[in-house]
């Protein structure tokens, strides 16, 4: 956020001690209707809208678009519209990225049990049922799934680069 952005929420919250969307002192309840009706239109918004919404969802004729026309200016429908869109969408953000992170955690959650089941199946096994041309196959799964784990995968050049793990189980471990 700039200097400049910063100052002009500061001024918007002094001067909006509430969210902006709300009633408005002073604002009819007839005027207040029609900002919902304008609001709820979406980022496409505009007051002939609005008015074919009303219309619809209310079962009435507007008496004049001239009426709605002041009510915008005069109620900052625009601005305030604007401020419900940024509303909604940090809700929207924010309900992401809990449901992200509950997703991280499940998937934390079972990649642990498959592992626990892996390790087991390993500890179990006589190396000499391995073949002697599994092995370099073997040694490079378990290289890549330790860079995996470490976010490190091998770059153009070869080294080393970090990079998002992702486990991908194929044919490979099949009957572990």
Sequence with gaps: ????????????????????????PGETDMAFAAFCSFRDCGVDRSIKKAIESYEKNADKRVKSSKTWCNWCSQYRW????????????????????????????????????????????????????????????WVEIAVKAEREAAALVAGKDGKAEPKQGEFIFTSDFQGL
Aim: glycine share 4%.
């Design 78 to 137: 625009r601005e305030r519209a604007a401020d419900f869109d940024r509303y909604i969408e940090k809700l929207k953000v924010t309900e992401m990225r809990k449901t992200i992170e509950a997703q991280g955690q499940k998937q934390r959650e079972v990649t642990g049990k498959m592992l626990d089941v892996v390790s087991k199946k390993l500890d179990a096994m006589n190396p000499n049922d391995l073949s002697q041309g599994a092995v370099p196959e």
């Design 1 to 24: 956020m700039t200097d400049y952005d910063k100052i002009i929420e500061e001024a918007r919250a002094a001067r909006l001690p509430y969210e902006s969307w709300e009633r408005l």
